[in-house]
């Protein structure tokens, strides 16, 4: 396993600056250097963005973001953004259950300026964060929004697609299993669930089915071309929920893995295949081999060799490995969700809140494999 992961060679400091200058040149960056990749480019607007507590760069960073968002601050009001690449975009979400200051933004969000149109990762938690969203977009450029990409259909990257839905020569990307999701009696759960906590927030809301799905065939793609751009969006499965995407940004190098690969935070198993992850992460290993940045759906980005794709993965196949052994040893579902630990990960943001849901999916999923 280890020997698939990206590296890359060492070399001398002057000569490694030098070579950034000329890749920050070469992708029109009037000049500018690497260095300036990862910046925050704005705070936002609202009555709490002087209160928000935002990291200077979104990549390599162990800073977390904190804002503090209102309902009052309406649909128009801008989000904090980043700059990691020369022509995409970041939201970084924060790391937390929803709250009264985060309104949902709890996961990550991006988008890609082509010069013809953009492209739009992920819509955010809410109908109010959708259109906070295309606000930020419209504050960078009044290119038309051409696709929108929902990488999957958990509520903190989807459910702001109501804002989206309308707007003119739009597409929706996604998954095939999308559709079986919003049939499903959990696309009623979450929505009531999210109206209760959110309920001004989640006025507007629609269930938005993709118009253009990828190929059926796990790992296969859909070629986007934009602007001088080319844009891969993968079928990475059903390895987190009804059926998950990959987005490759094929000259500026950038994956957007969502959430194949968590970072600062525990991962969350409650739906799709613990299995399937592991094999989407060896996938990723393998097929891009060559990758500049990767953008998860949670988290900071990351340069290679993308630790967290390494700490995502040993932490399911540990935990696969335990549950197995006690299910193999006649322990109830009670005893081992109770008992199981993962010393080392008990401070990461989320474990408690995580650990025990993670616990008892990989259990009935392996009482299932086994049995």
Known sequence: MHDRRHRRPAEPARLTKILCILAGL???????????????????????AGQHQLPARAIDTRDLPRTRLSVADGGNATLP?????????????????????????NGNAGFIVTGAGVVVIDALGTPLLGKRLIATIRAITDEPIRYLILTHNHPDHAYGASAFHELEGIHIVGHEGMADYLASPTLEQSVAYRRELLQEDMEGFEAVAPDLLVPEERFAHLRIELGGKTIEVYNA????????????????????????????????????????TLEAQEWLWERFPDARLMVPGHGSAQTP??????????????????????LEAGRSLMEVVEETRMPGWEEVPLYEENQRANTSFIYRELEFELF
């Open 26 to 48: 070469a992708a029109g960056l009037a000049g500018a250097g690497e260095a300036e990749l990862g910046a925050l480019v704005s705070r936002g607007e609202g009555e709490g």
């Open 237 to 276: 499965g059903r390895h987190h929920s009804h059926g998950d995407l990959v987005v490759h940004q094929v000259e500026d190098g950038i994956l957007w893995v969502s959430d194949l690969a968590f970072n600062q935070r525990l991962t969350y198993i409650g739906d799709g295949s613990s299995q399937q």
């Open 81 to 105: 953004l980043y700059r990691i690449g020369p022509d995409s975009y970041f939201l970084y979400g924060n790391i937390a259950t929803i709250d009264d200051d985060n309104r949902g933004f």
């Open 305 to 326: 060799p993308f630790p967290m794709l390494q700490e995502t993965h040993d932490y399911i196949r540990t935990m696969r490995e335990r549950i197995g052994q006690q």
